[in-house]
């Protein structure tokens, strides 16, 4: 490009629609087992023994491949199931074989994309000469990083060629128990397990001990059986393993009681009424504890659209997912934001415990506040940054700087930001409302952060709490833009009118002269000022009083001041 030549302007892009996000379509609890040592022994032989015939049972679905589901022989699987366990354990292992088949090609399908965008970033900037900007694609720095890159480039060439391989022979590699766990058997010296610690985590995850409902059977799941009179819980065991049966019909009975205090009454309604609730046993051995989930489908309920939202004149809590921090706004019906921002600390730092643990917090702190303002749901970004992760090296800066912004932006958790905070706002009978989050900070910071720090009295306003303004008013179909002139929110020290609004005209009435309009030099003979002229855009302050004997100036239009002059500014 010639020096001195004007750079083509960048179009905006479209803007997609907001949309209610939709409710969770189940439930889970979880309660502790405290089993004795009889009982730890009978489930972890339960668990291997089903694992085992799990893991075959997914490698043969992994050997079929990519075919219809009348095709996938499930019935012919779970005959041959059926005689080393039973045909309600077969049917839950061939039903997770072909959940975790169908996932894992999903992950294929993702990381291909991801593939292609990276590829095609790094090619459009290797035909650049280094150090030069054409048509808008800069070119690597100096020649060292653009051979590095040439490698990486065949590095992502080979590894896409060996997904797409994968995909036409429809076989994914699954690994049971997890690819991160296999990771560090290499490497236990820095995770810092000894060998007999990694493999009882390892044998831990490859169990298999979950039990889907049936409707109709006692308490909703025959196979894995919970009376909700007295907790006691109760397994049909595989016949190889009939002789540690201690009770009738070959079930071993638990000597733990289950409580589930957690949405209880729910629960209870299932299981009174023999409707399905899905039970699994998992075993932590971090902790030496077991644990028993309970989980069932929730009835469809039909969401009012962001359309129907904005009519019916409710507020909205509108978030800005940062990386410490999450930034709140109240937004009323017309766009315009309510009280003083808020800013909601996060710190999702440490184990992925207590990284869940302080987002819970942090969306109960949004809960709370959405219900002391009134407000009928919440907004937030659709984030995803699923072409920024795959695409972040070429394009989010280069050195340190570029790494650690690289580092930040992978560490949000929009993912489970978004699943946590549709499913506890669901519960707290709140909608949530998601929006493109395009040019939200940008617009935010330009339109409404000044604004906001002059209503605010005592919170300083950032870009965040602009971009949340921004989010509140794209969820309710109002753009971003404010419009100039507005009056501000303490009209005795500031005095202005918006220049979008009209102007209502006043009636002449007798032998009043033809009402002026702004800008209309005064005719006549009079040299004061009257009440009624200007009555409406010049309001008189009931604070301060005339004094007598003082003379006004001429209303003549006042400058810097747009709507006075009709222009805008």
Request: aromatic residues 4%.
């Amino acid at each position: 490009m010639a020096r001195g030549a004007r750079r083509k302007k960048r179009e905006l892009r479209t803007l997609t629609d907001p949309f209610t996000v939709a409710p969770p379509t189940g439930a889970r609890i979880r309660d502790r087992l405290c089993l004795s040592s009889s009982d730890e022994k009978v489930l972890t032989l339960l668990g291997h023994h089903l694992g085992h015939h799990a893991r075959a049972d997914l490698a043969e679905r992994v050997r079929i491949g990519r075919v219809p589901v009348k095709d996938n022989r499930r019935a012919e699987r779970k005959r041959a199931l059926t005689k080393v366990s039973s045909s309600r354990w077969a049917g839950a292992i061939t039903r997770a074989s072909e959940d975790q088949y169908q996932l894992s090609l999903r992950c294929l399908f993702d990381e291909r994309a991801s593939l292609r965008r990276t590829i095609a970033k790094i090619r459009d900037r290797l035909t650049v000469p280094c150090g030069q900007r054409v048509g808008g694609v800069r070119g690597y720095p100096d020649q060292k990083e653009r051979a590095q890159k040439q490698y990486r480039l065949q590095v992502l060439t080979a590894r896409l060629a060996e997904v797409e391989a994968r995909i036409e022979a429809g076989h994914p590699a699954i690994v049971v128990g997890g690819k991160r766990l296999a990771k560090i058997r290499h490497n236990l010296a820095d995770a810092g397990l000894a060998d007999a610690e990694w493999r009882e985590r390892w044998d831990a995850e490859r169990m298999f001990l979950a039990a889907d409902g049936e409707s109709g059977a006692p308490y909703g799941n025959y196979t894995i059986t919970v009376d909700p009179g007295d907790g006691t819980v109760t397994i049909v065991l595989p016949e190889p393993m009939r002789h540690l049966a201690n009770a009738s019909r070959g079930r071993y009975r638990l000597t733990a009681k289950v409580t589930f205090t957690h949405r209880r009454d729910e629960w209870l309604d299932r299981a009174t009424a023999n409707q399905s609730v899905r039970y699994k046993i998992a075993c932590d051995p971090e902790r030496g504890r077991w644990y028993l989930d309970a989980s069932w489908p929730t009835p469809h309920t039909v969401l009012p659209t962001p359309v129907e939202l904005a009519a019916s004149g409710v507020r909205l809590l509108a978030v800005d997912l940062n990386a410490d921090h999450l930034a709140a706004c109240v937004v009323d019906a017309h766009g315009n934001p309510v009280g003083e921002p808020v800013t909601v600390p996060t710190a999702l730092t440490g184990p992925s415990s207590q990284r869940d643990g302080r987002l819970r917090a942090a969306i109960t702190t949004l809960i709370d506040l959405a219900r002391a303002n009134d407000c009928a749901g919440l907004a937030i970004e659709n984030l995803g940054f699923a072409d920024t992760r795959a695409t972040g090296r070429e394009t989010m800066g280069r050195g340190k700087r570029g790494k650690t912004f690289r580092r930040i932006v992978a560490g949000l958790p929009t993912a489970k930001f978004r699943e946590r905070l549709s499913g506890m706002a669901h519960h707290a009978g709140l909608l949530v409302v998601a929006v493109d989050p395009a040019y939200t900070s940008r617009w935010g910071a330009q339109h409404w952060q000044h604004p906001l720090q002059q209503q605010s009295k005592t919170t300083v306003v950032t870009g965040h709490h602009a971009a949340a303004t921004a989010i509140g008013r794209r969820a309710l179909g109002h753009g971003a833009r404010r419009r100039p002139g507005v009056t501000a929110h303490d009209q005795r020290i500031v005095a202005r009118r918006a220049t979008g609004q009209t102007v209502p005209r006043p009636r002449a009435r007798g032998t009043a002269s033809p009402p002026r309009t702004t800008g209309t030099p005064h005719q006549g003979t009079k040299t004061c000022w009257s009440r009624s002229d200007q009555l409406v855009l010049f309001p008189v302050s009931k604070t301060v009083r005339e004094t007598p004997g003082t003379r006004r100036p001429a209303p003549g239009p006042v400058h810097r001041d747009s709507a006075n002059t009709g222009q805008l500014a």
